[in-house]
RNA sequence: GGCUCCAUGGUCAAGCGGUUAAGACACCGCCCUUUCACGGCGGUAACAGGGGUUCGAAUCCCCUUGGAGUCACCA
């Protein structure tokens, strides 16, 4: 068998949406299982759609979820250039769409975009919703294809603007194998002439992609869903071409809450979005695997490698998958909690100082967050009262299971400030010492001791830490300043 | 509307003719615990409906229903 080559092929058109970083992620799986290539192409035959700085991101997503290609743009692999633009000035796809008119696969074609117009087909369609638009579709009617080589070279030579057609047959069908659903026919009839070379000279999409992919050597196509209803075409033009198919790989749709397809519209759903969001590449990564496949052992948390490893298309779903985001924040929670301390650190030092202004011991502050957070955005809400103490309600010191309420607390709070007054150790266990001695020497339950400093120092019912760790982290100085507003308040 | 595809809990998802129909997220409860969280244990919850085929159907076939995709000089 020959060498696995599968490509991811995007058009620079914005940031990397989730169902494409999938698409690209089971294309590098699919090559990457079998010790293949994977190759990356850009596909920027639309001028009109090309957004400036686009391509950067494509090559900063890859980088950063680990999708390394082996030939690209920026890598030669004796399959170049990797740029459709720049595979355009060559000629190369005029050239081919001027083989296929040769054998009467494909044709020229002059009509205008008003004739064009004139043979769309409006569905009737029922305007009782206000949201139904009018859906229509236009079948081209062959009006060019009957065109003598005389009139076409006439139409040439005085500048016509013109475009290349495919020819499809009006009978018969065409079948052609995925290897998720299997064999899929349609009849020739519900297949359009569709246009191969734009009046700009660019090839479209479809036919780029089949020349480019049979130029690269592609052995396995991977691809959305919704390309299932255009195979067919591409499936006539190989065989025009008198080329072998590729491995047709059609991954299911990813659909938002509502089950429809994930768009651009839908916002928050692209990698660097994500990333925004505070979620961990790897974890966006693993999730996205997820959606259409799982391992014949069941396992979730899963490294790149490990996905390689255990890769295998034929067992890619069928239905489409809801992208749950909630289940995302989840598995980022499971890296974010296996993550070593410094990198931890270091990736949420940033929402931590966006929050604590004041010299504050980070490292520990961070510690104390790693396992109450699903993604970094948490931070904030979490440790803001470290910067400010919030105004908070008596009430909080009220707390059934810790038998504590506002009366039980005042006292605590005022047999203890002293005693934290005369500490000098202000250390985690110093402060530890202070208090444990304190329950003892009273008789009480540790609840009712911890819990009105806690609450005293924070303003909070439920905080990253206790007592000890975050009085340490106040300093002397400003924790017992909160205890004495505590007081104050308890004692009104 | 035509065509194509899809159909196991709320979500992801095992299953590929014989299972007490896994597991995960979410949810609920219990334990642990100075709060919350983490962790541990347990629970609620599914084969869309109807016909076949078969000794036997979540698994195969057909119909119905439901959903999705697609129908551009966009990819």
Redesign the pocket.
């Known amino acids: 068998m020959n060498e696995v080559r599968t490509r991811y ?3 620079p058109t914005g940031r990397m949406h989730v169902g494409n970083l999938r698409t690209a992620l089971y294309a590098y799986l699919i090559s990457k299982h079998e010790g293949g290539s994977f190759i990356l192409r850009i ?1 920027d ?2 001028q ?2 090309y957004v400036e700085g686009a391509v950067e991101i494509i090559y900063r997503t890859l980088q950063g979820t680990g999708l390394i290609h082996d030939e690209g743009p920026d890598k030669d692999g004796g399959y170049g250039p990797y740029v459709q633009s720049e595979r355009q000035a060559s000629g190369i796809y005029l050239e081919y769409a001027k083989k296929l008119v040769e054998k009467g696969a494909a044709y020229y074609c002059f ?3 008003d004739r ?1 117009d004139s043979i769309k087909n409006v ?4 305007s009782e919703d206000e949201d139904s638009e009018v ?5 081209y009617d062959k009006h060019c294809l009957h065109l003598s080589k005389a009139e076409v070279e006439e139409k040439l030579a005085a500048g016509v ?1 013109y ?1 290349i057609r495919q020819n499809i047959p009006t009978e018969g069908t065409t079948t052609f194998h995925d290897v998720i ?2 064999d ?4 020739n009839e ?1 297949l ?1 002439d ?2 191969l070379i ?3 000279g ?1 090839p ?3 036919f780029a992609n089949v020349v480019d992919d049979h130029l690269m050597k592609i052995t396995h196509v991977v691809r959305g ?6 195979t067919p075409k591409y499936t006539r033009l190989y065989q025009a071409f008198g080329w072998e198919e590729p491995v047709y790989i059609h991954c ?2 990813i ?1 938002n809450e ?4 994930l768009s651009k519209r839908s916002g928050h759903s692209s990698y660097e979005d994500l990333l925004e969001q505070g979620f961990v590449s790897e974890a966006i990564v693993n999730f996205v695997a ?5 391992p ?1 052992d ?1 396992r ?1 948390i899963m490294s790149l490698d490990e996905l390689v490893e255990a890769f295998d298309y034929k ?1 890619i ?6 992208f ?1 985001m ?2 995302l924040r ?1 598995m980022n ?2 890296y974010l ?1 296996k993550m070593d301390d410094e990198k931890f650190y270091q990736m949420a030092l940033p929402y931590i100082k966006e929050v604590i202004k004041k010299d504050l011991n980070t490292r520990r502050i961070a510690e104390l967050i790693k ?2 957070i699903e993604t970094f955005l948490d931070i904030k809400d979490l440790i803001d009262f470290f910067e400010d103490l919030p105004d908070y309600d008596i009430a909080m010191f009220s ?1 059934k ?2 038998k504590t309420d506002a009366a039980s607390s005042l006292t605590v709070l005022t047999e203890l400030l002293p005693r934290f007054e005369a500490l000098n150790d202000y250390s985690e266990a110093g402060i ?1 010492e202070v208090m444990m001695s304190y329950i003892k020497e009273k008789g009480i339950k ?2 009712q001791g ?2 009105p400093v ?1 609450t005293a120092v924070s303003g909070k ?9 975050i009085m340490s982290i106040l300093g002397k100085e400003e924790s017992l300043n909160r205890i004495r507003i505590a007081i104050d308040k308890l004692s009104q």
């Open positions: 092929a995007p058009s596909e035959t639309d009109e759609r009509c205008s975009k064009l569905l009737a369609t029922p859906k229509e579709f236009t079948k603007p475009v659903f299997g899929i026919a349609v009849d519900e359009d569709m246009i734009k009046s700009d660019y479209t999409y479809n869903n919704e390309y299932l209803s255009s299911p749709l659909t509502e089950h429809k397809k997820l959606l259409g496949w799982s014949s069941n979730e067992h779903n069928k239905a489409p998958a809801v749950d909630v289940k989840w929670s499971e909690k396992t109450r707390h299971k810790m530890e540790n609840g911890l819990w806690r019912q439920s905080t990253p830490g206790g007592a000890y760790e």
